[in-house]
């Protein structure tokens, strides 16, 4: 089933990734202080199709391409948002194609500035509000982050949900989407059904708290000496142990009623020496001294008692324990001290933290292990009937098609493992993939367990593997020895061509001269004749 592109009504801005890398989204080239120099942001970006239960046909989204990188992307808003006064939602899909370990697939929504620029976007880029999940080791949370200026200080703090909702962590597409109502109201809805409500200026929701207290503890109050916070005391009256009082009587007893059973043998071992037991073939007597066999439950006591026999334990009523002085009600008791309060000299009320200040971007900027995290469909706007209209014609039917293709998958995988082959041969045929894999673990499990008996038992499968090792080691070596003539030619010839031609020069000239000697004598000895 092929995408149809869907065109929103009320939005400011609407995202299906038409568009390659570098159009509206664009990665980050910031650099961290320290790094000498070093992109920080140096994960790669795509857009893509997903290739793990992929829904809709020629359906892209931005796909996280590097494992264990950090990542940064940002697209500027065609204009400023500004929320006063507003619902602010934003929803976006996110699809974990891998097993999901280690690493955040949250949004920012970025302050909009002058100096706002989508290629220093870092984590330090002021931003109003951070959405989305993440996950690492035991940490598994939707971030609800608000940043809100301190008018007394003059500085920002991050305002955290408190007790954040888990994220799902499936390989299928999930829609998350979060409304902040100009009540202060807000929501957090994973597919369409709110799993965290409440409202922003409630005690304990956010931490800290969108607005400080208005009143504090006084540092300078002290506790007055003669403060008692102590609830009880040992009661005066009882300060002595009781003459009736045995410490000493235990808290159990045995049964003076109980009767051994008829049946029951005192004469017959509860348990015995195991008569199949063997001496183990390393066994040292030596060193490790005379065998004794392991002893099992003695059969002949399966259905009735053997060895001493002895009453049960009951509760005795005579036990008291420890002698320990009463407690009695402090007279003097005024409660748990606290320093008196004071009016907060740093206390500021901020009313409408859903008016947030005018926002310019959205950015991802992330740290994670696995890559393949593929974003889709956001939407940022003041329409909750606009989000959820954009829910239902994306997100629901590319959600039935995912469950659709994982059931097939969880099925064949099911089929796979009832699957009884009546040859390796029909194995191999059927599922080559599968045949391998079951095959090494057929041979690793049993030769590891005992190798001497396994190539008794198993002789063709031993050769097989041996063989097959031998072949793929052959190749190996192969392959390996045309790579180094590839990479070191050889500079042999041209040496030999050279000690050649130089061998035959000096052969030449040494010929020459003797020729020349030759000659010389010859005539020399002519020359004496005639005299």
């Not at 065109?7 to 320290?34: H, L, R, Y």
């Not at 970025?110 to 100096?115: K, P, Y």
């Not at 690492?136 to 809100?148: A, E, L, P, V």
């Amino acid at each position: 089933m092929n995408l149809k592109p869907y065109f929103p009504k009320d939005f400011v801005f609407f995202e299906q990734f038409t568009e390659e890398i570098g159009k509206i989204w664009k990665p980050s080239n910031a650099i961290k202080t320290g790094t000498d120099g070093e992109l920080s942001y140096v994960g790669k970006w795509s857009i893509e199709e997903s290739t793990v239960f992929p829904g809709f046909k020629n359906d892209k989204g931005l796909a996280v391409k590097s494992p264990a990188a950090h990542h940064a992307i940002s697209a500027i808003l065609p204009e400023p948002l500004d929320n006063k006064g507003k619902t602010l939602v934003v929803q976006y899909e996110v699809k974990f194609q891998k097993v999901h370990e280690c690493g955040g697939a949250y949004i920012k929504l970025l302050s909009d500035s002058d100096e706002l620029r989508f290629e220093e976007f870092s984590n330090e880029t002021p931003y109003q509000v951070m959405f989305g999940p993440d996950k690492c080791g035991s940490t598994n949370k939707i971030h609800f982050i608000i940043r809100r200026k301190n008018p007394i200080t003059g500085d920002y703090e991050e305002k955290h949900l408190n007790n954040p909702p888990p994220a799902l962590l499936n390989r299928l597409t999930n829609l998350y989407t979060l409304v902040i109502k100009e009540n202060q109201d807000f929501e957090i809805r994973v597919n369409g059904q709110i799993i965290r409500a409440g409202n922003l200026l409630d005690d304990n929701v956010m931490a800290p708290s969108i607005n400080p207290p208005r009143e504090i503890d006084d540092e300078n109050d002290t506790k007055p000496s003669d403060w008692v916070d102590n609830v009880s005391i040992p009661d005066p009256s009882q300060s002595t142990k009781p003459e009736d009082w045995d410490e000493d009587e235990p808290a159990q007893i045995p049964d003076p009623e109980a009767i051994k059973p008829e049946d029951w043998k005192e004469d017959v071992d509860e348990y015995i020496p195991d008569p199949e037991a063997e001496v183990p073939e390393d066994w040292n007597t030596e060193e490790d001294g005379e065998f004794v066999p392991p002893e099992i439950p003695n059969p002949e006591c399966e259905f009735h008692g053997c060895g001493p026999w002895t009453a049960p334990l009951i509760r005795n009523s005579k036990y008291k324990g420890k002698w320990a002085q009463p407690m009695i009600e402090n007279p003097d008791y005024k409660g748990p001290w606290a320093p008196r309060k004071i009016p907060n000299p740093n206390y500021y009320e901020d009313a409408t933290p859903s008016d947030l200040e005018p926002i310019g971007a959205i950015g991802i900027e992330i740290w994670t292990i696995q890559n393949d995290i593929i974003f889709d469909n956001f939407y940022l706007g003041h329409s909750i009937q606009e989000a959820e209209e954009i829910g239902n014609a994306t997100f629901i039917p590319k959600n039935v098609i995912e469950k659709r293709q994982e059931d097939e998958e969880l099925e064949l995988m099911e089929k796979k493992r009832h699957r009884n082959y009546d040859t390796w041969i029909d194995h191999f045929t059927d599922d080559p993939v599968d045949f391998i894999f079951e095959f090494s673990r057929f041979f690793i499990v049993n030769f590891k367990s005992n190798p001497f008996e396994f190539i008794l038992n198993q002789p063709l499968v031993f050769l097989a593997v041996v063989a097959v090792l031998t072949v793929v080691s052959t190749v190996l070596l192969g392959f390996i020895g045309i790579l180094y003539v590839l990479v070191n030619p050889s500079s042999d010839k041209p040496v030999e061509k050279v000690k050649k031609e130089s061998v035959s020069t000096e052969q030449e000239k040494t010929s020459g001269k003797s020729s020349a000697t030759k000659k010389n004598a010859t005539t020399s000895k002519r020359t004496r004749a005639t005299n």
